[in-house]
């Protein structure tokens, strides 16, 4: 029943998709603009990139780019299944009708769908197995990426990149727990294992010596990431994932677009924040 649900949610999912694709072929499409990033390679898995060169692409073959990247479900011949590749882009529609619209209300509803259908499976083995069997070759995070769109006439529309933080807030005995079994471990890049140990050791003692009560959390930084800021006023703003091409409705020749520009790391950027770490090897910090 579950590989049954699965198979015709995406179903339902797909077709939408590609009715999406057809609409859009045949739309008023006053501008289109893909930005095209590296292929993303075996390799680039474990280390964060600090350069990333963006291909600016325009006109028909831009849309062209932006329905592929709206159908990117599969891992075919790709490197990396790990890392999903980004495709940030801009499509500027006429749909006085509201047709595109709901066409992408229905296209992330059914996205919703597929997700929830997948995660009435509770184990995540078993989960696995249920949506490779039922779409084989399926990156499922792919499945799950909203299009995201503006149908209100924003100030602009901006790209920039973005570096978030994964938390997770947890309690000292836990941080003992995942201690302790990292004193377990052997880790490879270290040749000397009892310096390893004393590291660990020398982590445990300073989490140990925090009151029972203590909040911890652990805040680690993921990659850089495309991001599309929409702006009304200087209070009135939002940003959302530039992960797949986002589709600005109706839109008003006023309104500022910008570009996305390579990305350089910074190191000494102003507003960067020294973090004090009570771990730095897991970027376990006390906060209050």
Not at 8 to 24: G, P
Not at 229 to 250: E, W
Request: glycine share 2%; hydrophobic share 35%; charged share 30%.
């Amino acid at each position: 029943m579950n590989k049954f649900n699965i198979r015709s949610t995406f179903d339902i999912l797909n077709e939408h998709i590609n009715q999406l694709c057809h609409e859009l072929t045949e739309a008023d499409i006053k501008k289109a603009t893909f930005y095209e990033l590296p292929d993303i390679k075996k390799q680039d898995e474990e280390t964060a990139p600090t350069n990333i060169a963006v291909t600016k692409i325009e006109g028909e073959k831009a849309l062209s780019k932006c329905l592929d990247a709206y159908r990117d479900l599969y891992l075919n011949d790709r490197e990396s299944g790990k890392l999903l590749q980004r495709f940030p882009g801009l499509l500027l529609v006429n749909d006085p009708n509201e047709v595109i619209k709901s066409r992408v209300n229905a296209v992330n509803l059914a996205k919703e769908n597929f997700k929830n259908a997948i995660l009435e499976i509770s184990n995540n083995d078993a989960r696995f197995e249920a949506v490779h069997s039922a779409v084989p070759n399926l990156m499922t995070l792919a499945a799950y990426r909203k299009i995201h769109s503006e149908s209100i006439t924003p100030y602009s529309v901006r790209f920039t990149w973005m570096k978030k933080h994964a938390t997770r807030v947890l309690s000292k005995e836990l941080a003992m727990e995942m201690l302790n079994r990292s004193s377990l471990y052997s880790n490879p890049r270290m040749i000397d294992q009892e310096k390893w140990q004393q590291l660990v050791e020398q982590e445990k003692y300073r989490v140990s010596s925090l009151s029972e009560n203590a909040k911890l959390r652990i805040r680690r930084p993921t990659r850089v990431t495309p991001e599309v800021n929409v702006r009304y006023t200087a209070q009135n703003r939002y940003h959302v994932s530039a992960a797949l091409p986002f589709i600005l409705f109706n839109p008003n020749p006023d309104t500022k677009l910008g570009e996305l520009s390579h990305f350089t790391q910074k190191d000494d950027h102003p507003r960067k924040r020294e973090y004090n770490f009570l771990v730095d090897r897991i970027y376990l910090e006390r906060f209050k």
